[in-house]
T-cell receptor
Framework: GAGVSQSPSNKVTEKGKDVELRCDPISGHTALYWYRQSLGQGLEFLIYFQGNSAPDKSGLPSDRFSAERTGGSVSTLTIQRTQQEDSAVYLC?????????????FGPGTRLTVL | AQSVAQPEDQVNVAEGNPLTVKCTYSVSGNPYLFWYVQYPNRGLQFLLKYITGDNLVKGSYGFEAEFNKSQTSFHLKKPSALVSDSALYFCAVRPSPGSGNTGKLIFGQGTTLQVKP
């Protein structure tokens, strides 16, 4: 596609439920990143994919958070047993690998609200 | 610890006046520096980056930024502000690959720019 797309754009869920957030990166971008934007914490890195592997998971806040990427393209971020503090905008970004100074291209985000 | 600071939560400027949004960083090695802008309910849009070379870099929408290694700063500037520049601005740093960085960006807290007519 022309840009990074994310779905859903908004998700409202009840505490304790599981949610899945989807990211479709720009075609040909092998590097994919997830970030979280929240009022109290600003923009935080969550996880980085190179192809289908995740060499950097250092930003995942707890074991309730996991992510996978299949076919070197679409990625899914899963949050299990959601808590109210998980409410945030989840942003996905991608860029080409091998050019370390490339800017990252961001999607519009998924706004998650946990009631 | 690696960090980015944007000391101003909000910057107010009159249309037509010059604007500056401040950013300082603390990382090991030679960092790559970026500015992004976020309009309401939108993702982040890339404005400009500093990798190496000339300390003054020019980017989209008439914005520019000056890299100052001794002061570890990367302030965003524009000679003449527009009302449409009103948005949330983020400074970000990517530590150089030699420091073990995998490409993640470290962001400042963001600065809201308000340009009044």
């Amino acid at each position: 596609g022309a840009g990074v797309s994310q779905s859903p754009s908004n998700k409202v869920t009840e505490k304790g439920k599981d949610v899945e957030l989807r990211c479709d990166p720009i075609s040909g971008h092998t590097a994919l990143y997830w970030y979280r934007q929240s009022l109290g914490q600003g923009l935080e890195f969550l996880i980085y994919f190179q192809g289908n592997s995740a060499p950097d998971k250092s930003g995942l806040p707890s074991d309730r958070f996991s992510a996978e990427r299949t076919g070197g393209s679409v990625s899914t971020l899963t949050i299990q047993r959601t808590q109210q503090e998980d409410s945030a905008v989840y942003l996905c970004a991608s860029n080409r690998a091998g050019v370390t100074y490339n800017e990252q291209f961001f999607g519009p985000g998924t706004r998650l609200t946990v009631l | 610890a690696q960090s980015v600071a944007q000391p101003e939560d909000q910057v107010n400027v009159a249309e037509g006046n010059p604007l500056t949004v401040k950013c300082t960083y603390s990382v090991s090695g030679n960092p790559y520096l970026f500015w992004y802008v976020q309009y309401p309910n939108r993702g982040l849009q890339f404005l400009l980056k500093y990798i190496t070379g000339d300390n003054l870099v020019k980017g989209s929408y008439g914005f520019e930024a000056e890299f100052n290694k001794s002061q570890t700063s990367f302030h965003l500037k524009k000679p003449s502000a527009l009302v449409s520049d009103s948005a949330l601005y983020f400074c970000a740093v990517r530590p150089s690959p030699g420091s073990g960085n995998t490409g993640k960006l470290i962001f400042g807290q963001g600065t809201t720019l308000q340009v009044k007519p």
